[in-house]
């Protein structure tokens, strides 16, 4: 390739001047400009080389911070952005004309053209003396995650994961509002599949309840491809799905009742006044929403899938019977026995008047809605020493002394045994 050479010797300021230029046959020329510095000696000249464009000025500022914290699909697919470095806005706090020294007052783009009929020079104002110190400040806040703080009883079941924490009220349909409503998530995660076009393709799936703490609940999930839009989503369905619990005197259950899912399983109990909820937290979260204050509830088999566990417990709900129902499907009077006296109270009677004079022998109301069924009791666990000869003797020795203290309070009760 010829190439040649151009020199121009026509100085364009006192301080700079051009530098040779470079013709080459592809018409590309390249400008350098020299500074031109004064030397110890009169008349002497020091030459020293300025280039004003570099590596960091031909490329934005994200394709320089993609360089830095970007990972490949593929190394996304494998958990690697997790751990990347979160992008720091430099411009922040910034503004035009300012350096390390102060802010420099450009006339006609950061300050006043004329001042006191008169065109003022550049120059520079100092910062403060905590300028710099209130500027990496303000960066630092810009960079830091900023977690949003929850109420001890907003906040989820376990770890930093969404489940059991609130979604708010359903969102405004056909002028209705849903004041007094609340959901809650039960369950969030992330599917894929496989397509034709795309190859594994993800999205979020998430199962979230909503009610009013008055009997209406309802149940829905739902996919997306954001979390934020799949759990309104998911709740905005559960909102048009609302189902009325009847609950006994607004806090328990009717009665005792026993539900199956796959391979779920739920046993339900009524409890008196000031028992609370034991159960399942996800069929705790459903006893808020639906407004159950006293209850006892077993689940076993399969009890971490969600769907079976709230399935089961919201159709056991819903076969619920009223003592007035089974009076009037049996012909009988529905009685409760107190534990005090043991004073019957006819708490329901059949609407017709018809009853069956004939009692029912061996009638057990737990076993009639628990369809046979029975929880697992497990056996208190036997201490390590069981097996040793000094507790088989102990053993042997109170074995004649065991249900004296139960025997002993019957005595006092007047019971003769």
């Known amino acids: 390739m010829h190439r040649c050479s151009l020199v121009l010797r026509q100085i364009v300021t006192p301080s700079y001047r051009l530098s040779p230029v470079s013709i080459s046959t592809n018409v590309k020329i390249d400008l350098t400009f020299t500074k031109l510095l004064p ?39 494998k958990g690697r952005a997790k751990t990347a470095k979160r992008r720091v806005q430099l ?63 907003e906040r989820g079941w376990s770890g930093g994961k969404r489940h059991g924490m609130s979604a708010g009220k359903p969102d405004p349909t056909n002028g209705y509002d849903f004041e007094g409503f609340d959901s809650r998530i039960l369950r969030i995660k992330m599917v894929s599949h496989m397509s034709a076009r795309q190859g594994r393709k993800g999205s979020f799936w998430a199962l979230v309840a909503v009610g009013n703490g008055q009997g209406l609940v309802g149940v ?27 609950l006994k005197d607004q806090r328990t259950l009717w009665h005792s009742f026993h539900e199956q899912n796959g391979a779920t399983k739920v046993f339900a109990e009524p409890r008196p006044e000031g028992f609370g909820v034991v159960c399942h937290r996800a069929l705790k979260t459903l006893s808020d929403l639906i407004g159950i204050k006293d209850m006892y509830c077993k689940s076993e088999g399969r009890t971490k899938n969600i769907i079976n566990i709230t399935d089961a417990f919201i159709r056991g709900l819903t076969n619920m019977e009223t003592h007035q129902e089974l009076a009037d499907k ?88």
């Open 39 to 77: 030397a110890a000696g009169v008349g002497s000249y020091n030459v020293t080389s300025v280039r004003d464009g570099s590596f960091f000025t031909r490329m934005t500022g994200n394709q320089l911070w993609d360089g830095v914290t970007s990972v490949s699909k593929a190394g996304q697919k």
């Open 91 to 153: 411009y922040k706090g910034k503004r035009f004309g300012w350096t390390r020294e102060g802010k420099v007052q450009f006339p006609g783009l950061n300050a006043r053209v004329i001042e006191q009929n008169k065109m003022p020079a550049i120059h520079t104002i100092p910062h403060k003396e905590d300028a710099l110190e209130e500027l990496i400040k303000l960066r630092n806040d810009a960079i830091r995650r900023v977690r949003r703080k929850y109420w001890p009883l």
């Open 220 to 246: 829905a999930k739902a996919t997306g491809t954001s979390s934020p839009a799949t759990i309104r989503k998911a709740k905005n369905t559960a909102a048009q799905q609302l189902q009325y619990i009847n």
């Open 330 to 417: 049996s012909k009988y009077y529905v009685v409760e026995l107190s534990h005090d006296h043991k004073v019957p109270t006819i708490l329901a009677a059949p609407s017709d008047g018809e009853v069956v004079e004939k009692p029912i022998e061996n009638f057990d109301m737990e076993r009639h809605y628990m369809q046979g069924k029975t929880r697992l009791r497990k056996e208190k666990s036997k201490p390590f020493y069981h097996t040793q000869d000094a507790y088989k003797k102990y053993e042997h020795r109170c074995y004649k002394k065991r249900h004296q203290d139960a025997i002993a309070i019957k005595r006092l009760a007047g019971t003769h045994y």
